[in-house]
């Protein structure tokens, strides 16, 4: 993810300077909902049934959700180069993320155990993380 000083160290305006605190701001939101919801969910899916139980389930998606919107966000309110390098990097990120999951997919054939398809998001969320940096240097 990208920080203040990442983005002070290669663009200083005032602007894009605010546009990452508020986007931290947004993820924080986003973090404590998740955390705070998974909680809950973890701790009472398995008491419920039926529909009740299916709701408690999905509800850390409304973390998920304010995520993904400061994410979009963030990068609508970046400038071109900042875009480039977003949606470059994600486009990155999201090969890693085929390859790994496919490999540990097959790998289940061979008995391996199956794991969570949450596992999919931090993939995606890591690779995008060691994406960055390297797509930022190309432009340097």
Known sequence: MMNVESVEAHSCTPTERRSVRRYQAELGAGLAVYAATLALSISYVDHLTGAARVTVAVLPMMGILIIVAALVRFTLR?????Q?????SAAIAGV???????????????????????LVWIILLFAFGIAMPFVRRRYR
């Open 78 to 82: 970046a400038d071109e180069f900042q």
């Open 84 to 88: 480039q390098t977003i949606l470059v």
């Open 96 to 118: 890693v993320c085929l390859v790994v999951t496919m490999t540990l997919g097959l790998l289940e054939n061979a008995g391996l155990p199956r794991l969570p398809m949450t």
